[in-house]
């Protein structure tokens, strides 16, 4: 079975590698994506050259394994998210903690003049970091304080489940292993009602700031239902 047999519906996977976290300011440089839908698979792999061209930092190259001359040599954005706005075409867009790439995705349709007379994209999603978290699928870890807590990184998501990850942050590997978690997850959220489509986890840290003033996160997609978390 596969994503598409699974919902039922076409599925897109996203996982976007990007410059930064503010998707006002930051770009996006790299752009797997997987569409599965009744004619079979699509794969979008490639390293992107925004206009401008930004300057790529040694933590972001060390992270992603992305040079400052791939990004130069990599296809020009707006061919690339013209292509992507295509392949969204009907599709749920699939992702780990995909609120943000939903945030970024949006920002590259506006600049590349792809929404229209579309205020905001508002096609539905959902969250394989939310539904591992609703299930209680992840590994123990510790914060920077050295304090115990569960952690649903999609590296210790595929541990826990067994699945195999190798070269994260590249390519289509995050997106292959995501599509093995919602493969996993799915029916098991589904069986036990737990919240899956456009549904959003936020931990109560975040929140508590928002309600001591602190601006909420950069961007919610429009149907999200927030479920707070520890």
Same mark, same amino acid.
């Given at each position: 079975?596969?994503?598409?047999?699974?919902?039922?519906?076409?599925?897109?996977?996203?996982?976007?590698?990007?410059?930064?976290?503010?998707? +006002?300011?930051?770009? #996006?440089?790299?752009?797997? $994506?997987?569409? =599965?839908?009744? %004619?079979?698979?699509?794969? /979008? @792999?490639?390293?992107?050259?925004?206009?401008?061209?930004?300057?790529?930092?040694?933590?972001?190259?060390?992270?992603?394994?992305?040079?400052?001359?791939?990004?130069?040599?990599?296809?020009?954005?707006?061919?690339?998210? +013209?292509?992507?706005? #295509?392949?969204?075409?009907? $599709?749920?867009? =699939?992702?780990? %903690?995909?609120?943000?790439? /939903? @945030?970024?995705?949006?920002?590259?349709?506006?600049?590349?003049?792809?929404?229209?007379?579309?205020?905001?994209?508002?096609?539905?999603?959902?969250?394989?970091?939310?539904?591992?978290?609703?299930?209680?699928?992840?590994?123990?870890?510790?914060?920077?304080?050295?304090?115990?807590?569960?952690?649903?990184?999609?590296?210790?998501?595929?541990?826990?489940?067994?699945?195999?990850?190798?070269?994260?942050?590249?390519?289509?590997?995050?997106?292959?292993?995501?599509?093995?978690?919602?493969?996993?997850?799915?029916?098991?959220?589904?069986?036990?009602?737990?919240?899956?489509?456009?549904?959003?986890?936020?931990?109560?840290?975040?929140?508590?700031?928002?309600?001591?003033?602190?601006?909420?996160?950069?961007?919610?997609?429009?149907?999200?239902?927030?479920?707070?978390?520890?």
């Amino acid at each position: 079975m596969n994503a598409y047999e699974l919902l039922r519906r076409p599925v897109l996977f996203l996982d976007f590698e990007t410059t930064g976290l503010n998707p +006002a300011a930051d770009r #996006v440089i790299e752009v797997p $994506a997987i569409r =599965v839908d009744e %004619n079979g698979r699509h794969e /979008l @792999a490639t390293v992107v050259r925004p206009d401008p061209l930004p300057v790529l930092g040694e933590q972001i190259t060390r992270l992603t394994g992305i040079t400052q001359e791939m990004v130069e040599d990599g296809e020009p954005a707006a061919r690339v998210f +013209a292509e992507l706005w #295509v392949m969204t075409i009907g $599709a749920v867009i =699939v992702g780990h %903690n995909v609120p943000f790439d /939903l @945030a970024f995705l949006e920002a590259e349709f506006r600049r590349q003049d792809l929404l229209l007379s579309i205020e905001r994209w508002d096609g539905d999603w959902i969250c394989t970091r939310a539904l591992a978290t609703f299930l209680g699928v992840g590994m123990p870890s510790t914060n920077g304080r050295g304090e115990p807590y569960t952690s649903y990184k999609l590296c210790h998501i595929c541990e826990a489940l067994g699945i195999k990850l190798e070269g994260a942050h590249r390519a289509l590997n995050d997106l292959e292993a995501t599509e093995q978690v919602l493969l996993r997850l799915y029916p098991r959220a589904l069986a036990e009602h737990r919240p899956i489509l456009n549904a959003m986890v936020r931990p109560e840290w975040v929140q508590r700031q928002i309600d001591d003033g602190i601006r909420p996160p950069e961007y919610e997609p429009p149907r999200a239902v927030v479920y707070l978390v520890a």
